[in-house]
C-alpha cells in the first residue's frame, strides 16, 4: 500500500461521485504537499470545476493520472 492509499483509508468517506470523491481527515493527517494538518481530501475523477463556499488554501497533487486536492479552511 503506498502513501495516498494509507491517507484514503484513514480518512473518513463523504461523497462518492462519477466526478468526483470527497473525504474528510478526522483523524489529523498531515498534507503531503505541506505537512500541516488537512480538512478535506478530494480526488478528482474528470474534468469538472471546483465551487467553494468558503474560503480556504488548496494544495493539489497528481495520484493515478487524477487531480487530488487537500484542503485547509481558514
Known sequence: M????????SCTPRETGPVADTY????GLACPSCEE???D???VKEFTR???SELMDVC???H???????THRK
Open 2 to 9: 503506498d502513501e495516498f492509499e494509507e491517507i484514503v483509508s
Open 24 to 27: 474528510q481527515n478526522t483523524v
Open 37 to 39: 494538518p488537512f480538512d
Open 41 to 43: 481530501l478530494v480526488v
Open 50 to 52: 471546483l465551487n467553494l
Open 60 to 62: 493539489a497533487t497528481v
Open 64 to 70: 493515478d493520472g487524477n487531480p487530488v486536492l487537500f
